[in-house]
């Protein structure tokens, strides 16, 4: 079975930078998009950046965008998200998840088939 696993997260201040990784297990990773999400507390959860199959075509929500960069190690069955320069509205719940069956990347969260199970970031003023 498919499994995403996150770590990087945690209680960083605002300017500070941090580094997410998601290792995934189970499919054949270098087929599928990937996406990172997030969620705060009584908001929809919103995709703040999606890379497709191959790492050569990348999308960025607005708020993040110059901030984040996400990229992928195929080989390494590992995708990741470099959050610089953070605020504290970046404060969230931060997902990964896998395409259904798409290589290419997409922001709409019913496209994505797997989800990890979170991890908190908590950017402090």
């Known amino acids: 079975q498919v499994q995403l696993v996150e770590s990087g997260g945690g209680l960083v201040q605002a300017g500070g930078s941090l580094r997410l990784a998601c290792e995934a297990s189970g499919r054949t990773f270098s087929m599928y998009g990937m996406g990172w999400f997030r969620q705060a507390p009584g908001k929809e959860r919103e995709c703040v950046g999606s890379i497709n199959y191959s790492g050569s075509d990348t999308y960025y929500a607005d708020s993040v965008k110059g901030r984040f960069t996400i990229s992928r190690d195929n080989a390494k069955n590992t995708v990741y998200l470099q959050m610089n320069s953070l605020k504290p509205e970046d404060t969230a719940v931060y997902y990964c998840?896998?395409?259904?069956?798409?290589?290419?990347?997409?922001?709409?969260?019913?496209?994505?088939?797997?989800w990890g199970q979170g991890t908190q970031v908590t950017v402090s003023s």
């Open positions: 998840a896998q395409s259904r069956h798409g290589r290419s990347w997409s922001r709409i969260p019913n496209t994505y088939e797997y």
